[in-house]
T-cell receptor
Framework: DAGVTQSPTHLIKTRGQQVTLRCSPK?????VSWYQQALGQGPQFIFQ???????QRGNFPDRFSGHQFPNYSSELNVNALLLGDSALYLC?????????????FGAGSRLTVL | AQSVTQPDIHITVSEGASLELRCNYS??????LFWYVQSPGQGLQLLLK????DTLVQGIKGFEAEFKRSQSSFNLRKPSVHWSDAAEYFC?????????????WGLGTSLAVNP
C-alpha cells in the first residue's frame, strides 16, 4: 500500500518563475493538505483540499494556489517565486470522516529559489 | 490563538539514557495532540496522538507521552534511547472544530544521540 507520494523531490528555480508540485494521497484518503517547512522551522499550513475545493487556508498570499483532482491527487502552484519561498513543501493526506486530523505525510519536495 | 511551544531547540543524550522532550500548547478547547518525527531528508512520521481518554498514550518505537491538562503539556518520553532515534521531533495541536482541521506545529527539537 503506497503512502503519500510527492514529485519532484528536488527542484531549483529562479526568482519570478512559477512552480508546480504534485501529490498523490495514500490509498483510501480523500483530503490533501499542503505545508511549507522552512529550514529550521516547523511546518506552516498552506491550505487543505477536499472534494476538489479549497476548504481552509493558512496565512499565505494568493501566489500560492492549488487544485485537487477527482482521483484525490493534488497540485500546489506557486507563482512569481521569491527567495523566501525556498523550503520543503510537504503534502499530507487524511480521511475526512475519520474525525481528528491524523495526517500521513509524503517525503516532501525541496524547492530552492535562486 | 492556538500555539505550540517546544522549549528545547536541541538535546543531546547518550545511547541507553532516558529522554523527555517538552511540549506546551495554548488552545481554548480540548485539543488533539500529536508527536511527529522527521529524519533527515524524510517526511514526518506520526509517533503518537492523544484525542481523549487515558492521558498516557503509547506510540511506536517505544515512545510514550502524557497529556497534562493543568499544565497544558504533552511531553514525549522514552526510557532508553537508541542511536537511530536521532532526528527532529515536532509536537502539534489540531482541532476538529467545524471545518478547522489544520495542525499548528512547534518549532521542533533536534535530538542527537551519543554512542
Amino acid at each position: 500500500d503506497a503512502g503519500v507520494t510527492q514529485s519532484p523531490t528536488h527542484l531549483i528555480k529562479t526568482r519570478g518563475q512559477q512552480v508546480t508540485l504534485r501529490c498523490s494521497p495514500k490509498s483510501g484518503h480523500d483530503t490533501v493538505s499542503w505545508y511549507q517547512q522552512a529550514l529550521g522551522q516547523g511546518p506552516q499550513f498552506i491550505f487543505q483540499y477536499y472534494e476538489e475545493e479549497e476548504r481552509q487556508r493558512g496565512n499565505f498570499p494568493d501566489r500560492f494556489s492549488g487544485h485537487q483532482f477527482p482521483n484525490y491527487s493534488s497540485e500546489l502552484n506557486v507563482n512569481a517565486l521569491l527567495l523566501g519561498d525556498s523550503a520543503l513543501y510537504l503534502c499530507a493526506s487524511s480521511f475526512r470522516d475519520s474525525g481528528a486530523n491524523v495526517l500521513t505525510f509524503g517525503a516532501g519536495s525541496r524547492l530552492t529559489v535562486l | 490563538a492556538q500555539s505550540v511551544t517546544q522549549p528545547d531547540i536541541h538535546i543531546t543524550v547518550s545511547e541507553g539514557a532516558s529522554l523527555e522532550l517538552r511540549c506546551n500548547y495554548s488552545y481554548g478547547a480540548t485539543p488533539y495532540l500529536f508527536w511527529y518525527v522527521q529524519s533527515p531528508g524524510q517526511g514526518l512520521q506520526l509517533l503518537l496522538k492523544y484525542f481523549s481518554g487515558d492521558t498516557l498514550v503509547q506510540g511506536i518505537k517505544g515512545f510514550e507521552a502524557e497529556f497534562k491538562r493543568s499544565q497544558s503539556s504533552f511531553n514525549l518520553r522514552k526510557p532508553s534511547v537508541h542511536w537511530s532515534d536521532a532526528a527532529e521531533y515536532f509536537c502539534a495541536v489540531g482541532t476538529n472544530a467545524g471545518n478547522n482541521r489544520k495542525l499548528i506545529w512547534g518549532l521542533g527539537t533536534s535530538l542527537a544521540v551519543n554512542p
